[in-house]
């Protein structure tokens, strides 16, 4: 089942999404609006260490207000590919670049309102590099065992949902 766009007006633009109001008719005939956040495509990597690890980055998140343990994640840049951006984002965020990258598939971030679509990826045979990024001096990375990681998610130490869904798609495919 689909909804017949019947107008779609742009209301914001920013430099990371932009907003938009569409005006669709429902299969009852009747009309709403959806308001849609219109964002980029972005990658989420759960990176493996040699030590059996899962590589986290704990950064201050000021729509949370608090600080967060999160997979390392970022958006694919026009003209970029997700793999080249997997790449990017460990050597910005983690100050590794992988060997090793297989992809796990994907989801919507929030499909109710939102297009941003994360493609999952692990990686593995990380070797260090030059952390490559203006902002990661806010950065700490935190190595947490396999062992523990659904004890971090149960108690809410871990607690976005991109990084709770990697982790948990990587524990059932592993």
Same mark, same amino acid.
């Given at each position: #089942?689909?909804?017949?766009?019947?107008?779609?007006?742009?209301?914001?633009? @920013?430099?990371?999404?932009?907003? =938009?109001?569409?005006?669709?008719?429902?299969?009852? @005939?009747?009309?709403?609006? +959806?308001?849609?956040?219109?964002?980029?495509?972005?990658?989420?990597?759960?990176?493996?260490?040699?030590?059996?690890?899962?590589?986290?980055?704990?950064?201050? +998140?000021?729509?949370?207000?608090?600080?967060?343990?999160? &997979?390392?994640?970022? @958006?694919?840049?026009?003209?970029?590919?997700?793999?080249?951006?997997? =790449? =990017?984002?460990?050597?910005?965020?983690?100050?590794?670049?992988?060997?090793? *990258?297989?992809? #796990?598939?994907?989801?919507?971030?929030?499909?109710?309102?939102?297009?941003?679509?994360?493609?999952?990826?692990?990686?593995?045979?990380?070797?260090?590099?030059?952390?490559?990024?203006?902002?990661?001096?806010? *950065?700490?990375?935190?190595?947490?065992?396999?062992?523990? *990681?659904?004890?971090?998610?149960?108690?809410?130490?871990?607690?976005?949902?991109?990084?709770?869904? @990697?982790?948990?798609?990587?524990?059932? &495919?592993?």
């Amino acid at each position: #089942m689909s909804e017949e766009t019947l107008s779609s007006k742009a209301v914001f633009k @920013g430099d990371l999404f932009s907003v =938009r109001i569409d005006e669709i008719r429902l299969s009852d @005939g009747s009309t709403s609006t +959806r308001e849609i956040v219109e964002h980029s495509d972005a990658v989420v990597v759960v990176p493996i260490d040699r030590s059996g690890n899962i590589l986290l980055v704990k950064q201050y +998140r000021r729509a949370a207000g608090k600080d967060l343990l999160e &997979l390392p994640a970022g @958006g694919v840049e026009p003209g970029e590919n997700p793999l080249e951006t997997v =790449r =990017r984002e460990l050597q910005e965020e983690i100050g590794y670049l992988p060997n090793k *990258i297989i992809s #796990m598939g994907g989801f919507y971030a929030s499909p109710g309102y939102n297009t941003e679509y994360l493609h999952l990826y692990l990686a593995s045979d990380l070797a260090p590099a030059k952390l490559h990024a203006e902002d990661t001096d806010s *950065i700490e990375v935190v190595p947490v065992p396999i062992k523990s *990681i659904t004890d971090y998610i149960k108690s809410g130490k871990i607690c976005d949902a991109k990084s709770v869904a @990697g982790i948990l798609y990587y524990m059932f &495919l592993k």
